[in-house]
């Protein structure tokens, strides 16, 4: 919660109508992200329901995840062209795992529901309940999880929000 300001954006994060919603504006393109404070999990079951509610043809949303104490995240996210990725920022520097796929189970507008499950160093991702990709990366062994949000220009403004949040972990 709370408003934030630096060289990549203005936000403000607020519950309203029950939901986490984001207000941003881009200074310049860029990903931010905020950790849930979570153990770090090995094996684990997460799902979002998240929107681009604001403007819904310029961001980009998702989940990240084994996010570890030297900054290294995988991203699983979905954008503006109901296209879903999976990313891995790896010693500041990134690389698609799943190049941007177009998937007809995005609903744009509309709350979209993501899960990753993770086994070890084995991932399968859902959108709106429906299998959409598989991935086996072992880089990161542990780390948390958390929300994320991206604008690609300079000026973009959109906002997003977050709700049913839910984390099984043995």
Same mark, same amino acid.
């Given at each position: 919660?709370? +408003?934030?300001?630096?060289? *990549? +954006?203005?936000?403000?994060k607020?519950v309203n109508?029950g939901?986490?919603? @984001?207000t941003?504006i881009?200074h310049?393109g860029?990903?931010? @992200?905020?950790s849930?404070?979570?153990k770090?999990?090995?094996d684990? +079951?997460l799902?979002?329901d998240?929107r681009?509610?604001?403007?819904?043809? !310029?961001?980009?949303?998702g989940l !990240?995840?084994r996010e570890?104490?030297d900054?290294?995240?995988y991203?699983?996210g979905i954008? #503006?062209n #109901?296209e879903?990725f999976?990313?891995?920022n *790896?010693?500041d520097? @990134?690389?698609?795992?799943?190049?941007?796929?177009y998937?007809? +189970? !995005? #609903?744009p507008v509309?709350?979209?529901?993501l899960t990753?499950?993770?086994?070890?160093?084995h991932?399968?991702?859902?959108?709106?309940n429906?299998?959409?990709?598989e991935v086996?990366?072992?880089?990161i062994?542990?780390?948390?999880i958390?929300?994320a949000?991206?604008?690609? #220009?300079?000026?973009?403004?959109s906002?997003?929000?977050?709700?049913?949040i839910?984390?099984?972990?043995?």
């Amino acid at each position: 919660m709370g +408003s934030d300001n630096d060289e *990549y +954006s203005a936000m403000t994060k607020e519950v309203n109508a029950g939901k986490y919603q @984001w207000t941003v504006i881009a200074h310049k393109g860029f990903i931010g @992200w905020q950790s849930l404070d979570t153990k770090d999990l090995i094996d684990f +079951s997460l799902s979002v329901d998240a929107r681009e509610s604001q403007n819904p043809n !310029i961001g980009e949303y998702g989940l !990240i995840f084994r996010e570890d104490r030297d900054g290294n995240f995988y991203y699983f996210g979905i954008d #503006r062209n #109901r296209e879903f990725f999976i990313r891995v920022n *790896y010693k500041d520097n @990134w690389e698609d795992l799943i190049a941007p796929t177009y998937s007809e +189970s !995005i #609903r744009p507008v509309v709350f979209n529901r993501l899960t990753i499950v993770g086994q070890g160093s084995h991932f399968l991702f859902f959108i709106n309940n429906r299998y959409v990709a598989e991935v086996t990366d072992g880089r990161i062994s542990t780390g948390a999880i958390g929300i994320a949000v991206g604008l690609s #220009r300079t000026d973009d403004k959109s906002v997003f929000e977050f709700d049913n949040i839910e984390l099984n972990a043995p």
